[in-house]
């Protein structure tokens, strides 16, 4: 009898106990929310990024600027593929968004000024 209310015990114990043990694989170091002023950021450079991107397609296309080869691609009009390019925009505008419910729950207007400008 006392056997068994030992291994009774001693499994209830167990049972009991994992719950607070369990708690230990949060990591400081990898935050869950990012902050306002790290989307700022962010997007602030990928906008910038993605213009030059387009200009750099769309300029060599309507022949705004010359390639200094005589035969190369850069210059005439072939297929370019801006799918990267429009990823990064609609990658950015996500996050604009995002930026925008996080200002405005902060009570932030400088940054729900910027998110939708």
């Given at each position: 009898?006392?056997?068994r209310?030992?291994?009774?015990?001693?499994?209830?114990?167990?049972?009991?106990?994992?719950?607070?043990?369990?708690?230990?694989?949060?990591d400081?170091?990898?935050p869950?929310?990012?902050?306002?002023?790290?989307?700022?950021?962010?997007?602030?450079?990928?906008?910038?990024?993605?213009?030059a991107?387009?200009?750099?397609?769309?300029?060599?296309?309507?022949?705004?600027?010359?390639?200094?080869?005589?035969?190369?691609?850069t210059?005439?009009?072939?297929?370019?593929?801006?799918?990267?390019?429009w990823?990064?925009?609609?990658?950015v505008?996500?996050?604009?968004?995002?930026?925008?419910?996080?200002?405005e729950?902060?009570?932030?207007p400088?940054?729900?000024g910027?998110?939708?400008?």
């Amino acid at each position: 009898m006392k056997l068994r209310f030992l291994i009774l015990l001693v499994i209830a114990g167990v049972f009991t106990g994992c719950e607070d043990y369990l708690d230990i694989n949060t990591d400081p170091n990898n935050p869950t929310d990012v902050p306002v002023k790290g989307l700022m950021s962010v997007n602030s450079m990928r906008t910038a990024t993605n213009t030059a991107n387009m200009g750099y397609f769309t300029s060599y296309f309507v022949q705004y600027l010359a390639g200094p080869n005589a035969g190369g691609n850069t210059d005439t009009h072939q297929p370019i593929d801006p799918n990267g390019t429009w990823v990064g925009i609609y990658n950015v505008l996500s996050n604009l968004s995002d930026m925008e419910v996080k200002a405005e729950e902060q009570g932030a207007p400088n940054y729900v000024g910027a998110a939708k400008s």
